[in-house]
């Protein structure tokens, strides 16, 4: 299935480094998520961006900045980041941000910090 | 309080078996509510939305209480394709959406 696509798949950094991840949907969605999941916790929301403008951020560090250059496209820009924040990070896709709409997950991208 | 709960298993049933999953959440004031299945080092996939009259897709029923704040996923004739971690989600508002820690089941040849 190649409806929401991530990459890299896997990613290791130092804690010094700079990395983005990206994500790219091609359901005709409006609405893109960042999510973390890490072992043994549920899934947490990150960032939403509707019609192109984020309209969430659940105090997330600044440490992760979110880029939102069109309605396809997502990325997640990481700059010295920590050994806790190792986990796998999924990128989903909805119609809109409503109760209603289902969101479509992409394969993730693993992150191991280091 | 979690805003979320399930049980995390693991339930080990055996082909052929009926399994039910439930799931509790907190907030009265949640809008939708969702099943999504995982499987291991995958992402998630939409299993079934849950209405509130319930609902059915093959062998897979939900059903949502409301008064009681449950929603459960019952699984009839387990295959072994069906061994996964089942996740129950609940839409608390636009962005609000709400993911339990999942529900791991193992059917066994």
């Known amino acids: 299935e190649t409806g929401v696509t991530q990459t890299p798949r896997h990613l290791v950094m130092g804690m010094t480094n700079k990395k983005s991840l990206k994500c790219e949907q091609h359901?005709?969605?409006?609405?893109m998520y960042w999510y973390k999941q890490s072992a043994k916790k549920p899934l947490e929301l990150m960032f939403v961006?509707?019609?192109?403008?984020?309209?969430e951020n659940n105090s997330v560090p600044s440490r992760f900045s979110p880029e939102c250059p069109n309605s396809s496209h997502l990325f997640l820009h990481l700059h010295t980041l920590q050994p806790e924040d190792s986990a796998l990070y999924l990128c989903?896709?909805?119609?809109?941000?409503?109760?209603?709409?289902?969101?479509?997950f992409g394969p993730g991208t693993r992150l191991t910090v280091t | 309080r979690k805003e979320v709960e399930q049980d995390p298993g693991p339930f080990n049933v055996p082909e052929g078996a009926t399994v039910a999953f439930n799931c509790t959440y907190s907030?009265?004031?949640?809008?939708?509510f969702f099943w999504y299945r995982q499987d291991c080092r995958k992402e998630p996939k939409l299993l079934m939305s849950?209405?509130?009259s319930g609902n059915e897709d093959g062998r897979f029923t939900a059903q949502l209480n409301r008064a009681s704040q449950y929603i459960s996923l019952l699984i009839r004739d387990s295959k072994l394709s069906d061994s996964a971690t089942y996740l129950c989600?609940?839409?608390?508002?636009?962005?609000?959406?709400?993911f339990g820690t999942g529900t791991r089941l193992t059917v066994i040849p």
């Open positions: 989903a896709s909805s119609h809109l941000t409503g109760p209603s709409y289902e969101q479509y």
């Open positions: 359901l005709g969605h409006n609405a």
């Open positions: 961006y509707n019609f192109k403008e984020q309209t």
């Open positions: 907030n009265s004031a949640s809008q939708s």
């Open positions: 849950v209405y509130s």
């Open positions: 989600v609940v839409n608390v508002g636009a962005n609000n959406l709400f």
